[in-house]
């Protein structure tokens, strides 16, 4: 079965600090997807990115970076000088292919508190 | 705007009184799912429809209902809430089953009293 961990309940950081949440997940499938998505105090589920098991490059996006390492199973976001609007849960989230429906496991969500 | 609609948004009830939560998407989806949000357990599938007329249970599908009768919606009901089901829900769709992006509605906050 799919499990996905985010050990991190919450993390507090102060403006222009840089911050990493950590995701580690489990999976039997080759063939799996690797999701982050953001959860603003309005409630909304914001998709950040989506990674296949196929593709083990690092991304960034803006402030936004992502390190996949499979030989970890880790899917680690970090945000860069963060500012007081990225505070929010954070959720990572796995989709093993074709099986299991489809469907999204999440992780228990990283509640990331970003003060001025 | 492409987008996923749910109604109500906030709903208290009383145990056992039924109640239906609307889902409705405008992107031709084939994909459509039922995720509920509790504190430190992250969100868990309800139920999922892979197309219209199939459906079939997610993770945490006891006490819930849904029906697929249309491609663009996916009702969930609850025949008799009790007060564990009390929840934040969230409906999702996305273009097929596989690595597509889902994408999910705004949440309906259910409170059973």
């Known amino acids: 079965a799919q499990k996905v961990t985010q050990a991190q309940t919450e993390i507090s950081v102060v403006e222009k600090e840089d911050v990493t949440l950590d995701c580690v997940y489990e999976?039997?499938?080759?063939?799996?997807?690797l999701f982050w998505y953001k959860q603003p105090p309005s409630g909304e589920l914001v998709f950040l990115i989506r990674?296949?098991?196929?593709?083990?490059q690092n991304e960034i996006s803006g402030r936004y970076s992502w390190n996949f390492q499979k030989s970890t199973s880790s899917f680690n976001f970090t945000i860069t000088a963060s500012q007081v609007v990225d505070s929010a849960v954070y959720f990572c989230a796995l989709s093993e292919g074709e099986t299991s429906g489809s469907r999204l496991t999440f992780g228990e969500g990283t509640q990331l508190t970003v003060n001025p | 705007e492409a987008q996923v609609t749910q109604n109500p948004r906030y709903l208290i009830t009383v145990t056992g009184k039924k109640l239906t939560v609307t889902c409705s998407q405008n992107?031709?989806?084939?994909?459509m799912s039922w995720y509920r949000q509790d504190p430190g357990l992250g969100l868990r599938q309800i139920y999922y429809s892979m197309n219209v007329e199939v459906t079939d249970k997610g993770d945490v599908p006891e006490g819930y209902k849904v029906s697929r009768k249309e491609k663009r919606n996916f009702p969930l009901i609850l025949e008799s809430p009790s007060p564990n089901q009390t929840s934040l829900y969230f409906c999702a769709s996305k273009l097929a089953a596989g690595m597509y992006e889902q994408f999910f509605g705004p949440g309906t906050r259910l409170t059973v009293l």
């Open positions: 999976t039997r499938d080759t063939t799996y997807y």
């Open positions: 990674r296949n098991s196929f593709d083990e």
């Open positions: 992107m031709n989806h084939e994909y």
